[in-house]
């Protein structure tokens, strides 16, 4: 139990388009979806926590407009980088959260490569 | 704020090597604290976790005890195999803040 799906797992796109990442709980529902970022040989920067139903809360330094958070249901949150650029590649990780004492679950991962 | 230090890797042993992954931490209040592994290619597995001082988290023959006076949450393996090649992370989660807090991580790989 306790799966969290990413899709896709890999994505190249050309610079200036815009591409979604999708997060899914598939077997439990979540209250609170996060996004991480991590660098290559470096730790997850928590990019934005996204509760179902309300705007993301987004970490001083990331750009909101450009990373748009939606959690629209309780198993689902998207993160779509827009106008994307080379500098946005990077590794992208959501989590997911019952709340309480439960734990975070971790998807796979996308890799976004910015061409 | 909240902060996880870990020891730099990488971190090469032999099969059946003792492993200590050194982790600090610097946090109000009392946070939980946890290791989580990165196998190569894939998300984040919860390791092990400890949720007050003292408490000793383990699975999978690693172990963690949870030390509020050294501000301290070491990771050890008394034999590792080949199959642990992959990069653990140390977190923190609470002491004032409902955020998962990590350090930089160290990738460990065991040669045969």
């Known amino acids: 139990g306790a799966v969290v799906s990413q899709h896709p797992s890999w994505v190249i796109c050309k610079s200036g388009t815009s591409v979604k990442i999708e997060c899914r709980s598939l077997d439990f529902q979540a209250t609170t979806m996060f996004w991480y970022r991590q660098f290559p040989k470096q730790s997850l920067m928590l990019m934005a926590t996204?509760?179902?139903?309300?705007?993301?809360?987004?970490e001083q330094g990331v750009e909101k407009d450009k990373f748009l958070i939606n959690h629209a249901s309780l198993t689902l949150s998207t993160l779509t980088v827009t106008s994307a650029h080379p500098e946005d590649s990077s590794f992208y990780i959501c989590?997911?959260?019952?709340?309480?004492?439960?734990?975070?679950?971790f998807g796979p991962g996308t890799r976004l490569t910015v061409t | 704020g909240n902060s996880v230090t870990q020891m730099e890797g990488p971190v090469t042993l032999s099969e059946e090597a003792f492993l200590t992954i050194n982790c600090t931490y610097t946090?109000?209040?009392?946070?939980?604290l946890f290791w989580y592994v990165q196998y190569p290619g894939e998300g984040l597995q919860l390791l092990l976790k400890a949720t007050k001082a003292d408490d000793k988290g383990s699975n999978k023959g690693f172990e963690a005890t949870y030390r509020k006076e050294t501000t301290s949450f070491h990771l050890e393996k008394g034999s590792v195999q080949v199959s642990d090649s992959a990069v653990y992370f140390c977190?923190?989660?609470?002491?004032?803040?409902?955020?998962?807090?990590f350090g930089k991580g160290t990738k460990l790989t065991v040669n045969p």
């Open positions: 996204s509760n179902e139903g309300s705007k993301a809360t987004y």
């Open positions: 977190a923190l989660f609470g002491g004032g803040s409902e955020k998962l807090v």
């Open positions: 946090a109000t209040g009392y946070p939980s």
């Open positions: 989590s997911a959260w019952r709340g309480g004492g439960y734990e975070q679950y």
